[in-house]
């Protein structure tokens, strides 16, 4: 940055917004506060009766409800299995996953990538954020998720009688500043006052630990639809405090069902000599067939993908009969079982924790039922994962005890979460100035003193980043605001704090 030469340091006032989220006391609210597991694939939601966590059903009778957004001809507007089932033939108007677009720039590496796995129009807005696109109208990822969010609003105001305003909305641990406030948007769109927006791997150790009195550090491991998270916590007398965070944003069951969907477009290329990838009801049907294999293999170790009328040509009809074994699928996605593999060592070494002092290791996602994925973890950790805790529920149950813990029905319980990313500002030649490092627990605040970078200057731009790379274009920018009436002075002589 030109501004600023780096023997410096602020940040007090700016971007508190997010972190500084009193997890230390809260003021007791009125009413009821539901927990909100906002999911890639499927949401959840639950609330606190007495010292219990109750999952709530919804209209359809499922305890948890797809993200799923649809819009028909007629104008109307479809959320979570009623969405999910007409998208074979509505598949461009039908929204799904878009928990992975929230917050994200059209021209992010991760976006770029989606258009190329989706059926939907995923478009660039006037200030440059991935919007889509369905029946013609524009729909930030906010909206889509205030959506679904309204749906769990309206699960819980059934059941409860009465109108629900506060709620804690959980968020991947790797969810960054903008991510994280496009998600409390989506809230507030939905007509909820988001109290917290807190971490899901935080919740499901809330989860699991409430009722547990033995001291111990825990790993979380969470493979969900779109996200994977590993968190490191210590769990002492009520108090869970996390000592580290790591993940990928981008890595999930999406991923896996995608890799599914191309080896069977790419087999069926072989045989019949068409390419599925320009019809799009049949890759619709392939992308159910393949989420449906995915599941059925965790507990068989074969499957039968049978497609009749796929698709058709001049000769006729085309069917597909696919015969798939679980180690076949499991060699097709054992890349992506991989990728988890760094990011928890990263979270043992900032933890500075050896896999031998964890003791437990709780799986949380749907995608931890794969058993490739368990063996990964059990080499990973050296020990056998804990299943004392539902993988698709224990997000919504720890954010409804950490719900009545802002409403003062549950006691005795103190959460310490950390920052996921580090914190900074952009100095001299573009160099990215770390204030706050990743790990950190919050709410924190760091003062330091830079100073200016050329003779006379009397004004200095800040630009604060979010990330870990060296230099600061290369990470996220948050922010950034101009700093006036810097008295003239030599280079290096004004004290900036």
């Known amino acids: ?95 799904h996953a878009t928990k992975r677009l929230i917050g994200r720039r059209f021209e992010d590496a991760e976006v770029q990538k989606d258009l190329k796995s989706v059926p939907y129009k995923i478009v660039k807005s006037s200030n440059g954020d991935a919007w889509l696109e369905a029946q013609g109208k524009l729909y930030s990822p906010s909206q889509i998720g205030a959506f679904v969010l309204t749906k769990m609003k309206e699960t819980a105001e059934n059941y409860l009688g009465t109108k629900v305003k506060n709620a804690v909305v959980t968020v991947p641990a790797y969810f960054n500043d903008s991510q994280r406030q496009a998600t409390k948007d989506a809230g507030q769109i939905a007509g909820l006052n988001v109290l917290r927006v807190i971490n899901e791997p935080t919740a499901a150790a809330l989860a699991y630990g409430m009722d547990k009195t033995e001291d111990k550090v825990i790993a979380v491991y969470d493979l969900g639809g779109g996200t994977f998270d590993i968190s490191i916590l210590e769990i002492q007398k009520g108090v869970f405090e996390v000592k580290s965070t790591n993940g990928d944003t981008f890595l999930g069951g999406e991923d896996f069902d995608n890799t599914l969907v191309n080896f069977l477009s790419s087999e069926f290329k072989k045989e019949q000599g068409i390419d599925l990838a320009k019809d ?21 170790v074969q499957t039968d993908i049978n497609l009749p009328y796929l698709t058709m040509d001049a000769s006729g009809p085309k069917h597909m009969n696919i015969k798939l074994t ?38 949380v996602g749907g995608m931890t039922r794969m058993p490739r994925v368990q063996a990964t973890v059990q080499e990973l950790f050296g020990r056998t994962p804990s299943k004392s805790v539902n993988p698709d529920e224990a997000v919504a149950i720890g954010a409804a005890i950490q719900g009545g813990v802002l409403a003062g029905d549950v006691t005795d319980v103190l959460l310490l979460d950390v920052t996921p990313l580090s914190l900074g500002i952009e100095t001299l030649g573009g160099v990215f100035t770390k204030l706050i490092n990743r790990n950190t627990t919050i709410p924190t605040k760091k003062s330091q003193v830079f100073s200016t970078a050329a003779d006379g200057q009397t004004q200095v731009e800040i630009k604060v980043h979010q990330g870990e790379r060296e230099m600061a274009g290369d990470n996220k920018l948050l922010g950034q605001f101009t700093l006036v009436g810097v008295p003239p002075a030599p280079r290096g002589v004004p004290q900036i704090e």
């Open 280 to 300: 799009t009801m049949a890759m619709q049907r392939l992308r159910e067939a393949a989420e449906k294999a995915k599941c059925e293999l965790s507990s068989s």
């Open 326 to 363: 679980r180690s076949k699928f499991e060699s097709i996605v054992e890349g992506l079982v991989k990728r988890t593999v760094g990011p928890c060592q990263k979270a043992l070494q900032d933890a500075e924790v050896k896999k031998t002092d964890i003791g437990e290791v709780i799986l």
């Open 1 to 95: 940055m030109s501004g600023i030469s780096k023997n410096l340091v602020i940040f007090n006032g700016a971007f508190r917004r997010c972190w500084i989220q009193n997890r230390f006391k809260s003021d007791k609210v009125k009413g009821h506060v539901v927990g909100i597991d906002l999911g890639t694939t499927n949401s959840c939601v639950a609330v606190m009766e007495g010292k219990q966590a109750k999952v709530l059903e919804n209209s359809e009778g499922s305890r948890t409800t797809p993200s799923v957004v649809a819009f028909t001809k007629d104008g109307e507007r479809l959320v979570g299995m009623p969405a999910k089932r007409q998208a074979v033939t509505n598949a461009t108007n039908t929204l």
